[in-house]
């Protein structure tokens, strides 16, 4: 989400309890297991030097990897996505011509009205149901991310901008190349990419310049979401951090009555979680009133 899979906390061992006290007691064999796995690991890595020595320079990508839709949270599917039906309508018709004549997806700009509406998700959910690589960038960026990004992308593959409003003069400039001639030009050479799609997400759009607006053949927007929709999300994230015992439907639905956005959902429900389990049980304006301090949007 745009944006939601960074605000991820990971293996947390306050979900393994459902009380602080459970949460304290199994600390020391958390502790434990996760030392015991990271020697394991450690006794078997192959740091898969190749021969004749390390790799050189030129082949490290400047942190530029493509997203490992198997190992990240999110939707797969239609059937499973919350909101956004006349995407869902638009691009389900696109994916399928996609896959039927094995070609790429047409190049999208996505606009939403405020940050952590979906953009990233909605990339990833699209690449996932295509079956092809995703690499994300987060603009303004260098040149050299923009270069190593294309060399690890092949036909059909999805390069997904985020905040291309902030994009800088070269950053425009370079998209416009890549989205009319699929060229861009790196250290004074022209070099040609993939034909691949580049889909970029905005919240303001009358940032950007004409002629990178003119390249996007697709502009769809994400609609605000609906308190039944938000309610919906909220009682997914909650499972997804192993917090339902914790959480109720009372406390679920008061939770979306005060979010507008999924990543600002999430924020709450990891709020309200630890919350809950450092100070046992609150009632639920307690809870509401310590979650919505601590877990304000900036």
Not at 22 to 35: E, F, K, N, P, V
Request: one cysteine or more; aromatic letters at 6%.
């Amino acid at each position: 989400m745009d944006d939601v899979d960074d605000l991820d906390d990971g293996v947390d061992p306050m979900v393994l309890g459902t009380g602080y006290a459970l949460y304290r007691h199994g600390q020391d064999r958390l502790a434990a297991q996760i030392t015991d796995g990271v020697r394991a690991a450690l006794s078997e890595w192959d740091p898969g030097i190749p021969e004749g020595g390390s790799p050189g320079a030129s082949e490290i990508r400047w942190g530029v990897a493509p997203v490992d839709l198997t190992a990240t949270r999110f939707t797969r599917d239609w059937s499973s996505l919350i909101g956004q039906d006349h995407l869902r309508e638009r691009f389900g018709v696109r994916v399928e011509s996609a896959l039927a004549r094995h070609g790429r997806l047409p190049h999208t700009l996505l606009e939403s009205q405020e940050y952590g509406m979906g953009k990233r998700h909605f990339a990833r959910v699209l690449a996932s149901l295509v079956d092809v690589k995703l690499v994300e960038l987060i603009a303004p960026f260098p040149a050299r991310a923009l270069y190593d990004a294309l060399a690890l992308l092949d036909y059909r593959d999805i390069l997904f901008i985020d905040e291309i409003d902030r994009i800088d003069g070269f950053g425009a400039a370079a998209l416009t190349t890549l989205l009319e001639a699929r060229t861009v030009q790196f250290e004074g050479e022209e070099v040609l990419a993939s034909e691949i799609t580049v889909i970029a997400g905005t919240v303001m759009p009358d940032a950007l310049p004409a002629a990178v607006i003119d390249g996007f053949p697709v502009t769809d927007q994400l609609v605000p979401y609906t308190w039944e929709e938000m309610a919906k999300i909220a009682i997914e994230l909650i499972f997804e951090h192993r917090c339902e015992e914790l959480i109720d439907n009372t406390l679920a639905s008061r939770i979306a009555g005060r979010v507008t956005t999924p990543a600002h959902c999430r924020r709450l429900v990891v709020a309200a979680r630890d919350l809950i389990m450092a100070r046992g049980e609150c009632t639920i304006d307690d809870v509401m009133a310590m979650v919505v301090s601590v877990a304000a949007p900036g």
